[in-house]
DNA sequence: ACCTGAACACCGTTCAAGT
DNA sequence: ACCTGAACACCGTTCAAGT
């Protein structure tokens, strides 16, 4: 049986979703397909390459974004939590994502979504450090969160960690208060 | 010549800095300090625990807190700044406090600063949630802005990263958004 | 307490060669 | 275009044994 470069980033999602980050390896995933490992490298030039085209396709599969009609504080709140529940939809998805990010690698819908809602209420500048900035909060968050749930299951337990009784309470109240700082800058210019 | 704990970290932030944490090997690290590679598992059970021990003298080098003097806000910012400084510190510093703080390991060294100096103008519970906040915040931009810093070097070209004229500026922009949303929540729960 | 020597079970990647 | 087979240069970790 062939292969082609999406049936191999299929299979990669497969093996990442169930057995985490670490065990995605090359050899591993040639394994799965029922090849030799040296065949991925006619598809993806690297491990790189291939871990580029997985965090694109975890981005992809979120939610399709707010209407039109809502504000853009409400909005990039909810592009926000669209981010992150796509993160959190495949084991070790945010930390794919962000080392993606860190390389340069790979696409960039997390951002641009967050980036449109903002545009909304602010011009496209403001828009994008914003939204720059809390992408960085949702993937710094998310993939301690998850890391988090690997290492409980091994019976680690964790220092300081609020999150415990309420996932996701440090993120709802970084993005909350980020905003609403937001909102008060904008109004306090415009008084000006 | 034989080594204590110490001396194994000291030369694992050598190599950390110079070289990078892929280059952090438990050989190389071995090789450095003129041992045979099974020598480490002496002083650490693993190589984790070894950058967990990495990670606490990273966050620990940071500078002394802000005078007491300083209302909360300003003594955040400043212990905001001081965290991410010494987070930028060494190289690949960032990833490596990430990586153990989402694992349980490690001190908490950066997240009692924060919430320190929070503390002055806010309950404990919502100190440490803050606090929690910005570290994920600041985390993820050092994170992000210093694996960039190698893809920059190598050659490679980011997509929308707006960070590359003003370092630093997402961080700035976020925390002090983050901090003026606390600050409003502060000011409307005093008139209800 | 601290280290050696040797081994085990893996990695990512390259490359000539096949169909 | 897609893959095999074999190799190269590495990893982290274990363990019996030494001083």
Redesign the pocket.
């Given at each position: 049986?062939?292969?082609?470069r999406d049936s191999v980033v299929d299979a990669a999602l497969r093996i990442l979703d169930e057995w985490g980050l670490p065990?995605?390896?090359?050899?591993?995933l040639?394994a799965a397909?029922?090849?030799?490992?040296?065949?991925?490298?006619?598809?993806f030039?690297?491990?790189?390459t291939l871990l580029a085209a997985v965090a694109d396709r975890i981005q992809e599969a979120a939610r399709p974004g707010p209407s039109p009609a809502l504000p853009w504080y409400e909005a990039t709140l909810a592009e926000a939590v669209n981010v992150r529940d796509a993160l959190l939809a495949y084991r070790d998805g945010a930390e794919v994502v962000l080392s993606t990010r860190a390389l340069g690698l790979g696409g960039d819908a997390a951002h641009e979504r967050l980036a449109a809602a903002l545009r909304r209420g602010h011009d496209p500048e403001t828009a994008g450090l914003v939204a720059t900035a809390l992408l960085h909060l949702i993937l710094g968050d998310a993939s301690l969160a998850q890391q988090r749930l690997q290492a409980d299951s091994l019976g680690a337990v964790a220092p300081g960690t609020p999150d415990a009784s309420d996932p996701g309470l440090v993120f709802r109240l970084g993005v909350e208060l980020l905003l609403s700082g937001l909102e008060l800058a904008e109004q306090s210019a415009r008084v000006e």
């Open positions: 049986m062939r292969h082609d065990e995605l390896t090359m050899r591993r040639a397909l029922e090849v030799q490992p040296s065949a991925l490298y006619h598809h030039a690297n491990k790189q």
